[in-house]
């Protein structure tokens, strides 16, 4: 216990982190994820728009590493789908032809596509015959043809950066009204807590549907994007203003602050040097918790039409294609980007856990 209250407490801190094994499981999703997001491009073996007129709904293709003679084979392959009409049910059936199989090459040559918009490359991380015969969908392909792995890693390109940039506008618009509101008091307070009522008083999803909508429908993608962004973030900051003027309201009288005011420190740098960094912790917990809820709200406005919209790929636009029952039933594996969105809310709220357990390392202290 002793060589536990000499360490720092950024030590503590991650010592405690790490004993949340839920929370370091979370983490590891998370940056897998957000990898993934970032090199789309690469990871993807197809681009989001690319059609296969030979899978039109295609169920997912297994990966094999042994044929139909029960042979090994070191290379992963899958087999070609053959469409066929069920007698009974006169519905469209995808069945396995054994007799042509696609070897699956790593790091090969595909579709070109602009990394980032940086440079033109045309390497993929997996992908079948180079010539363009073969294909393989390993999530399945939606009613165009378009592989479903592929438009899903674009999807979380959108989709995650949505919630970050969402998350750092509300961070500085809370912690910039808030924290001025707390240290100034006075006219300030008053009006930033009216705004503050006022803002939370309004029913959240009905807004958001009514500003998503009027955005006109011939911005360009990009511009859509940063407009829903911007929605989404209008009336998160509000909660985070009152958790930091509340924290400020209670500090400025203290000691060091008073020390920081007669040494001349003008009131940005008290505020921003001196009073947040002692509750940084709490920012960053609140901050992880508020992501789940921009990828939500992004999810649901595209989901209904009137948030991101075609030719933009992000899990809200994907899941537009599930609308209806008959989908569901027959083509299941559309609802994956669904999956995809339940599995990252799920982590980052242990991951928010975790933080906050760790933003208080000495709670274990004080409880031996």
């Given at each position: ?102 070897p699956i090459r790593f790091f090969a040559r595909g579709e070109p596509y602009e990394f980032w918009g940086l440079f033109e490359a045309d390497r993929h991380l997996f992908s079948v015959d180079p010539d363009g015969s073969g294909y393989i969908h390993w999530f399945g ?23 970050v940039v969402g998350v750092g506008l509300t961070l500085f618009l809370g912690v910039l009204l808030g924290g001025f509101a707390g240290y100034l008091g006075g006219m300030f ?180």
């Amino acid at each position: 216990m002793s060589e536990l209250r000499e360490l720092s407490p950024g030590r503590l801190a991650w010592l405690r982190f790490r004993r949340h094994r839920l929370a370091m499981i979370a983490a590891g999703v998370l940056v897998v994820l957000y990898l993934l997001a970032m090199f789309c491009e690469f990871m993807s073996p197809y681009t989001p728009q690319q059609r296969n007129a030979r899978a039109i709904n295609a169920p997912p293709m297994d990966i094999r590493f042994f044929d139909a003679e029960g042979q090994f084979h070191l290379r992963p392959f899958v087999y070609d789908l053959e469409l066929t009409i069920n007698p009974d049910t006169w519905m469209r059936e995808y069945e396995e032809n054994t007799s042509i199989a696609y070897p699956i090459r790593f790091f090969a040559r595909g579709e070109p596509y602009e990394f980032w918009g940086l440079f033109e490359a045309d390497r993929h991380l997996f992908s079948v015959d180079p010539d363009g015969s073969g294909y393989i969908h390993w999530f399945g392909t939606d009613s165009l043809g378009r592989d479903m792995y592929s438009r899903v890693l674009y999807g979380a390109r959108v989709s995650l950066s949505i919630g970050v940039v969402g998350v750092g506008l509300t961070l500085f618009l809370g912690v910039l009204l808030g924290g001025f509101a707390g240290y100034l008091g006075g006219m300030f307070d008053s009006a930033v807590q009216r705004m503050t009522e006022v803002l939370q008083s309004i029913p959240t999803l009905p807004l958001w549907m009514a500003l998503s909508a009027a955005l006109p429908a011939a911005w360009s993608p990009i511009t859509t994007y940063f407009g829903v962004t911007i929605i989404l973030s209008l009336f998160g900051w509000t909660t985070l203003a009152r958790q930091v003027r509340g924290r400020l309201l209670a500090m400025r009288e203290e000691d060091f602050v008073i020390a920081a005011r007669l040494i001349g420190a003008n009131d940005t740098r008290v505020i921003f040097r001196h009073m947040l960094p002692s509750f940084t912790s709490h920012i960053i917990t609140t901050a992880t918790l508020a992501v789940p809820a921009m990828i939500l709200g992004e999810t649901a406005l595209s989901f209904l039409g009137i948030g991101l919209r075609a030719p933009v790929v992000s899990w809200g636009v994907l899941l537009q294609q599930a609308q209806n029952y008959q989908v569901i039933v027959m083509t299941p594996w559309l609802l994956l980007p669904g999956a995809f969105i339940v599995i990252t809310v799920i982590a980052f709220n242990l991951l928010g856990d975790g933080l906050r357990d760790a933003a208080d390392p000495y709670s274990s202290l004080r409880e031996q």
